[in-house]
């Protein structure tokens, strides 16, 4: 295709798009003073929360086809370029630290490398043979899922991430901002929060940055909640990795269970810190070896290890 009739065609395909609209409204908030722009900006922020709350549904059925894979040994793969993948990086490296996961079990891809997070790689989110290559290289299986993040829902490396990733079998979800989007099209889940034209046009780390924040906090979270990485509301899989995390292990087993600080501490130095254990031994008087033996039996499911140490 000539260059010409190239960018015609990117250009009419994004004056289609909610996420590129323009705001003749706008047009002077330069001229207005700092504390007025920040009221628009912050207006237009609260909106996100109600377009994520329309998705809630389809939110919901996505996490319990992502939780039935990964308690099978799947992993959840993120994909996407720009603002959209560095989103994912960042919600799959605080898996491990919250939850207590293997770095492999929840990845984040994003266009370029990882060299993309910092700066802009020319050209990498045009490619969908980008991200063939780049999920080829985790020889994905069918529990394993992969969600393709795209704002504008047409972005060539999240349709062609989801793509491959079906060819192979693998669950498949796609995250946009825009409603009809390729991307939902392309995938087993679509998930289209719609939060409207950007404060500055096209700009969508805004808006659709902090839905698609929102909505990935959402699967992962409640992904995890579904695989028994919580007790309650209560981190209990948190990795101890340093001071403040240690003393959060400590609240966390108080809080569960009502135990003094010399119970608390006792409890962790029989479980080498592990608080899912270190609780079970406060709550049915076990020892630590039993403790570890009645998780492990119960796949790590805390309200089940408690109910098997009850019997």
């Known amino acids: 295709m000539p260059a010409a009739s190239h960018h015609r065609d990117v250009r009419s395909q ?11 409204e706008l047009a002077d908030v330069d001229r207005l003073p700092t504390l007025d722009i920040a ?9 996100v929360a109600g377009a994520v709350a329309e998705q809630v549904p389809a939110i919901a059925a996505a996490v319990d ?26 919600d799959a490296s605080e898996c491990p630290p919250t939850f207590n996961t293997d770095p492999d079990r929840v990845v984040g891809l994003i266009a370029g490398g990882p060299a ?16 063939a290559a780049d999920l080829a290289a985790l020889e994905l299986t069918a529990d ?7 704002a504008s829902g047409r972005t060539p490396y999240a349709i062609g991430a989801v793509t491959y990733a079906r060819g192979r079998g693998a669950l498949t979800v796609g995250l946009s901002c825009n409603r009809g989007s390729a991307l939902a099209a392309a995938a087993d889940h679509g998930i289209e929060v719609v939060v409207g034209p950007e404060f500055l046009t096209g700009s969508t780390r805004l808006k659709a940055g902090t839905a698609q924040k929102l909505v990935l906090n959402m699967l992962s979270t409640i992904t995890m909640i579904r695989l028994g990485k919580t007790y309650g509301n209560l981190m209990v899989d948190v990795r101890a990795s340093n001071e403040k995390l240690r003393a ?17 501490e006792r409890a962790l130095a029989a479980t080498d810190g592990e608080v899912k254990p270190a609780i079970l031994v406060l709550l049915t008087g076990v020892d630590g ?14 309200r089940a290890a408690l109910a098997a140490a009850a019997d």
């Open 144 to 150: 394993d899922t992969v969600v393709g993040i795209s």
């Open 14 to 24: 994004l004056e289609t798009l909610t996420t590129e609209a323009y705001r003749p």
């Open 39 to 47: 009221r628009l900006m912050n207006g237009e922020d609260a909106l």
């Open 248 to 264: 959060r292990s400590r609240r966390i087993v108080a809080q569960a269970t009502g135990a003094d600080d010399d119970a608390v």
């Open 289 to 302: 070896p039993t403790a570890a033996r009645l998780l492990t039996e119960s796949g790590g499911h805390l």
């Open 116 to 131: 993309a997070m910092v700066t802009s790689v020319e050209g990498a989110e045009d490619s969908e043979e980008l991200a």
């Open 65 to 90: 086809a992502v939780a039935e894979r990964m308690a099978r040994g799947g992993r959840l793969v993120y994909a996407g370029a720009g603002t959209a993948g560095r989103l994912g990086v960042l």
